[in-house]
């Protein structure tokens, strides 16, 4: 108890120097409605990348439609997913893949094809890696809106 006491005198006496080393004098310089803003040049580079990623990633610059996917892997086992998504990537970063919990499988499923053809090119290539088998599905994928269509039909 007594040094509960001793603690808080300690403390008080602190608080007591801090609050009393401030200045509380008001300066009233010439021209009291100017404001003076230092920025760093860093801010505005992360503002524009900021604006990149949100033009990315907006409602309009992505679309869904019918297209197909390959599922990679279909497991009970959250390590055998995570293994086999960092496989993909590292042997096909342009895949987008996309791990989806149902409960109690992990599905991995990856890329994002409009035509049938074009998966099956892929299933081919990621046989290799997945000897249990590659298969392609329908699924609702992302479609990336390009400019020239976009400035042609603005309603998209």
């Known amino acids: ?3 509960m006491k001793s603690v808080l005198l300690v403390g008080a006496i ?4 801090v609050l009393s080393a ?9 021209d009291s409605n100017s404001v003076m803003v230092h920025k760093d040049q860093r801010l505005d580079m992360l503002v524009k990348k ?9 409602r309009n610059a ?9 599922m990679v892997i279909n497991t009970d086992k959250r390590e055998d997913a995570i293994a086999a998504k960092t496989k993909v990537y590292t042997y ?3 895949l987008k893949a996309y791990l989806i919990y149902q409960s109690p499988y992990f599905k991995l499923k990856v890329g994002n094809f409009k035509e049938r053809k074009d998966a099956e090119t892929y299933q081919k290539k990621l046989d290799n890696y997945f000897p249990k ?8 994928i ?3 809106l390009d400019k020239e269509s976009e400035l042609a039909d603005p309603a998209l």
């Open 14 to 17: 602190f608080i007591t120097a």
């Open 50 to 58: 900021q604006i990149e990623i949100n033009e990315e990633t907006s």
């Open 22 to 30: 401030q200045d509380t004098t008001w300066k009233k310089e010439a």
């Open 1 to 3: 108890m007594r040094y």
């Open 142 to 144: 992302e479609v990336k």
């Open 133 to 140: 088998g590659v298969f392609v599905i329908n699924d609702i």
């Open 92 to 94: 096909f970063p342009e």
């Open 62 to 70: 992505r679309r869904s439609a019918k297209g197909f996917r390959l």
